[in-house]
């Protein structure tokens, strides 16, 4: 075989191996940054029209490794900051999976160690 040719049967199968991979998967305990959108949604529990959760909506789904099963996640509860609704935002916290608060809204959340609003409403 030829060095062009080897070349090529080279470049084929990194391509081939690259489109192969996934995005990564994050577990609890991971810290992670994430971008998206902040709004408001009922806690589930009794009282949930009194007590909102912080949530963002995430720009792109977010993989989630728990128990040997994968998932995608679109959205995570906020927890410990205070942010403007509406507001797109970049979040860096700890990823945390189950229930982390008396308001539990949705099953995995990022207790945010720092924040970065992009922009609002």
Same mark, same amino acid.
């Given at each position: 075989?030829?060095?062009? %040719?080897?070349? *090529? +049967?080279?470049? !084929?199968?990194?391509?081939?191996?690259?489109?192969? *991979?996934?995005?990564?998967?994050?577990?609890?305990? $991971? @810290?992670?940054?994430?971008?998206?959108? @902040? /709004?408001?949604?009922?806690?589930?529990?009794? $009282?949930?029209?009194? #007590?909102?959760? *912080? @949530?963002?909506?995430?720009?792109?789904?977010?993989?989630?490794?728990?128990?040997?099963?994968?998932? #995608? +996640?679109? /959205?995570?509860? @906020?927890? $410990?900051?205070?942010?403007?609704? $509406? %507001?797109?935002?970049?979040?860096?916290?700890? !990823? +945390?999976?189950? #229930?982390?608060?008396?308001?539990?809204? +949705?099953?995995?959340?990022?207790?945010? !160690?720092?924040?970065?609003?992009?922009?609002?409403?």
């Amino acid at each position: 075989m030829t060095a062009k %040719a080897c070349a *090529w +049967v080279c470049l !084929l199968i990194m391509a081939a191996a690259g489109s192969a *991979w996934a995005a990564p998967c994050f577990s609890d305990g $991971d @810290i992670v940054m994430l971008e998206g959108k @902040i /709004t408001r949604q009922a806690a589930r529990q009794a $009282d949930a029209a009194t #007590n909102r959760a *912080w @949530i963002l909506a995430l720009s792109s789904p977010l993989c989630i490794a728990s128990a040997g099963t994968q998932s #995608n +996640v679109s /959205t995570v509860q @906020i927890v $410990d900051a205070e942010l403007p609704e $509406d %507001a797109r935002v970049q979040l860096t916290g700890k !990823l +945390v999976t189950g #229930n982390v608060s008396a308001y539990y809204a +949705v099953p995995t959340a990022i207790w945010v !160690l720092k924040q970065r609003i992009l922009s609002e409403r």
